[in-house]
C-alpha cells in the first residue's frame, strides 16, 4: 500500500491483513490525499536533499517502469527547488495506477496512468512528470480555495514545466553538441526546433492559446 507522507510501519496481522502506518506532517488539501492499494515492485531510486525517490509499479511492468521513472524525477526537483523554494514533502513518489490516464499530482504520491509505462522513455509519459511534480509546488504547498482559481495549479505547473524542458533542452543541446555525458541514442532524436519550449517575456502570455496544452 502506498499513501502520501512516509511509512511508518508494514506489519502482517494475519494471512489476509497487513497494516501500514503513513504520516503526513505537512498540510495538505484533502483532495491531495491518496491510498494505493495493489501488488507493487518498488524501487528506492535515490534521494534528494535526504528524501527518498521512489518508484511504485505493478510488478509485470517492474522493468518497463523503473526505465521510465528513473528520470528526470531527480534534476526536476532539483530545478524546481533552486528556481521557486524548498520541496515541501517527506518524499516522493511516482505510482503506476488505473485511476487515471495521465496524472495526478497528490502530494509526495503521484499517480500515472497504467498504459503510460512502456519502458521506451517516452516523452507523453515524460511531459507528465515534469508536470505533476510542478504541482507539488502550485496546487499543492500552495493551492487554490475555489475552482476560480485553478489557474494557480495549471498555469503556473504548465509554466514551470516548460521552464524545466527549456532548462533541460539547453543541457542537451551542450552535451549532445560537445558529446559529454548523453549517449548518442538519446541524442539522435534531439532536435531543438521541434521542442515545446516557449519564452515568456509577459504575463499575457499565460493566457495565450500559443501554450500547448
Ligand atoms: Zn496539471
Redesign the pocket.
Known amino acids: 500500500m502506498v499513501s502520501n507522507g512516509l511509512l511508518l510501519e508494514e506489519s502482517t496481522i494475519d494471512k489476509e491483513n497487513k497494516l501500514t502506518h503513513w504520516k503526513q506532517s505537512v498540510p495538505v488539501s484533502s483532495w491531495l490525499f491518496v491510498l494505493g492499494v495493489a501488488e507493487f515492485a518498488v524501487q528506492y531510486v535515490g534521494k534528494f536533499n535526504g528524501k527518498d525517490i521512489q518508484t511504485w509499479v505493478y510488478p509485470r511492468d517492474r522493468e518497463k517502469g523503473f526505465t521510465d521513472f528513473a528520470e528526470p524525477t531527480k534534476q526536476v526537483l532539483q530545478f524546481y527547488s533552486d528556481y521557486v523554494g524548498p520541496y515541501a514533502y517527506e518524499k516522493l513518489a511516482n505510482i503506476q495506477s488505473p485511476s487515471v490516464s495521465g496524472?495526478m499530482?497528490t502530494s509526495s504520491a503521484i499517480f500515472y496512468g497504467e498504459n503510460m509505462v512502456t519502458g521506451k522513455y517516452e516523452k507523453r509519459l515524460r511531459n507528465v512528470v515534469i508536470?505533476?511534480i510542478a504541482?507539488q509546488w502550485f496546487?499543492n504547498a500552495v493551492t487554490e480555495s475555489t475552482w476560480d482559481d485553478a489557474w494557480l495549479?495549471?498555469g503556473f505547473?504548465?509554466f514551470f514545466s516548460m521552464l524545466f524542458q527549456e532548462h533541460a533542452v539547453r543541457n542537451l543541446f551542450l552535451g549532445c553538441t560537445l558529446h559529454l555525458y548523453y549517449p548518442w541514442s538519446r541524442c539522435s532524436n534531439f532536435n531543438p526546433q521541434k521542442t515545446r519550449s516557449v519564452y515568456v517575456f509577459s504575463p499575457k502570455i499565460l493566457t495565450s492559446t500559443t501554450i500547448p496544452p
Open positions: 496524472g499530482e508536470h505533476e504541482h496546487g495549479s495549471e505547473a504548465t
